[in-house]
């Protein structure tokens, strides 16, 4: 069983929560409405995974990212619906700093762009699916953009997620 601490907006966090609670092998322990409670948290309650969004009031998930995996390292899935490429920088700043790990863009194929640039830089990328989509306006962009490592339904990406996290974390905990 995966257990994962979810940072996050309300609405995002309420939407992961349920995405990530869907899956059998998930257990969500906790949530957090900024950095510094995610971090308290992850101390309480020690979890296999976060994600965590960048732009939060206090401590933004930079921040927290860097102080989490000086601290007490811990799997990073960065959360982000920011296509803008200010916000998109900080985010690779996290990824440097040992985060995993997200590009949330809803059906708009604006954001299959982003996705590809992730991919080219190294990232694992992951689209929904077409038999899933309700519409399959930025999944399908992404697929003709070559931006998407992966092409899975809601219920798989949660737990490839979790997955490539908790096996990231262990990699970085090995001596």
Same mark, same amino acid.
């Given at each position: 069983?995966?257990k *994962?601490?979810?940072e996050?907006?309300?609405?995002?966090?309420e939407?992961?929560?349920?995405?990530?609670?869907?899956?059998?092998?998930?257990?969500?322990?906790?949530? +957090?409405?900024?950095?510094?409670? *995610?971090i308290?948290?992850?101390?309480?309650?020690?979890?296999?995974?976060?994600?965590?969004?960048?732009?939060?009031?206090?401590?933004?998930?930079?921040?927290?990212?860097?102080?989490?995996?000086?601290?007490?390292?811990?799997?990073?899935?960065?959360?982000s619906?920011?296509?803008?490429p200010? @916000?998109?920088?900080?985010?690779?700043?996290?990824? @440097? *700093?040992?985060?995993? +790990?997200?590009?949330?863009?809803?059906?708009?194929?604006?954001? *299959?762009g @982003?996705?590809?640039?992730?991919?080219?830089?190294?990232?694992?990328?992951?689209?929904?699916?077409?038999?899933?989509?309700?519409?399959?306006?930025m999944?399908?962009?992404?697929?003709?953009?070559?931006?998407?490592?992966?092409?899975?339904?809601?219920?798989?990406?949660?737990?490839?997620?979790?997955?490539?996290?908790?096996?990231?974390?262990n990699?970085?905990?090995?001596p």
């Amino acid at each position: 069983m995966i257990k *994962a601490l979810v940072e996050d907006s309300p609405v995002v966090r309420e939407f992961l929560v349920h995405i990530l609670g869907a899956d059998p092998g998930i257990r969500v322990v906790g949530t +957090a409405h900024d950095g510094e409670e *995610a971090i308290e948290a992850i101390a309480r309650r020690q979890p296999d995974v976060v994600t965590m969004d960048i732009h939060m009031p206090k401590m933004n998930g930079l921040d927290a990212t860097r102080l989490i995996m000086e601290t007490c390292p811990t799997p990073i899935v960065i959360v982000s619906g920011s296509t803008d490429p200010r @916000e998109m920088a900080t985010t690779f700043q996290a990824i @440097e *700093a040992g985060a995993l +790990a997200g590009l949330l863009a809803g059906m708009a194929p604006d954001a *299959a762009g @982003e996705l590809k640039l992730l991919k080219d830089m190294g990232a694992f990328t992951i689209a929904q699916d077409r038999e899933t989509s309700a519409g399959h306006g930025m999944p399908g962009e992404a697929i003709k953009l070559d931006a998407a490592t992966l092409l899975l339904p809601p219920e798989k990406i949660a737990a490839t997620l979790a997955n490539l996290a908790h096996h990231r974390g262990n990699t970085k905990r090995d001596p």
